[in-house]
């Protein structure tokens, strides 16, 4: 039996528990079908923005975010 398919994205989001200021989250959905905030899959909830090109390069995944998805998988 097939899992049913999880839809998810990443985003670099401002993230205050982060030295980098920035991290990447995971979000349920599509990316083109969110609002002005959202929660990550780790529970937080996130002001959207459009991140820059340096933001995708410097900001880490959030390894709660991976945990989760990757439980999510089996």
Known sequence: MTQPLQRYY?????????SG??????????HADSGANDVSF???RFCLAK???MDWIQAPSCQDCNSLLKALKG
């Not at 990443?10 to 982060?18: A, G």
């Not at 200021?21 to 599509?30: E, K, T």
């Open 42 to 44: 780790c529970g937080k």
């Open 51 to 53: 991140p820059s090109e």
């Open 10 to 18: 990443w985003l670099p989001v401002v993230d205050e528990s982060s």
């Open 21 to 30: 200021g920035m991290v990447r989250h995971a979000f349920s959905g599509r």
